[in-house]
């Protein structure tokens, strides 16, 4: 399966991609104070907790518990110089639910995360990927 996407220039440090159902999204690498949009790896950080988060909810859903809301919080660490790329990744995964159990979470983040998220899967394996979670009785 092949996928693509097209990217333009906008202005200086501003660009604007869309993929081939015509979805866009804006980026910008402009310093973090001044910054209206995700730069690339802003997205790619984003793009792998939504990647896990999608099978999660899926199979907390599957194993028919009570989904009420999920939250990852992502804190990547990246090396000095060029280039800057991830050296570290961390997830929190905080899922709301009355009946899931802890044995229960950590089986599906464990599958989302290291069996079926694509992201996680196309990063280099230098980078040291952990993760956590918390579950909220809501």
Not at 28 to 49: C, F, H, R, T
Request: net charge negative; glycine share 4%; proline share 4%.
């Amino acid at each position: 399966m092949a996928i693509s996407s097209t990217l333009v220039y906008r202005a200086d440090k501003e660009f604007e991609a869309t993929n081939q159902a015509g979805n866009t999204i804006q980026m910008d690498m402009y310093p973090q104070e001044e910054k209206k949009n995700q730069s690339p790896m802003d997205l790619v950080l984003s793009g792998l907790a939504g990647c896990a988060a999608v099978d999660i909810v899926s199979m907390i859903k599957k194993r028919r518990k009570t989904f009420v809301d999920l939250k990852v919080e992502s804190v990547a660490e990246r090396a000095e110089g060029h280039p800057a790329k991830f050296t570290k990744i961390h997830k929190k995964f905080i899922i709301t639910s009355p009946d899931l159990t802890d044995k229960e979470a950590e089986r599906i983040i464990n599958l989302a995360v290291e069996s079926y998220c694509s992201v996680a899967s196309s990063l280099s394996p230098e980078i040291e990927m952990t993760h956590s979670f918390e579950i909220i009785q809501g």
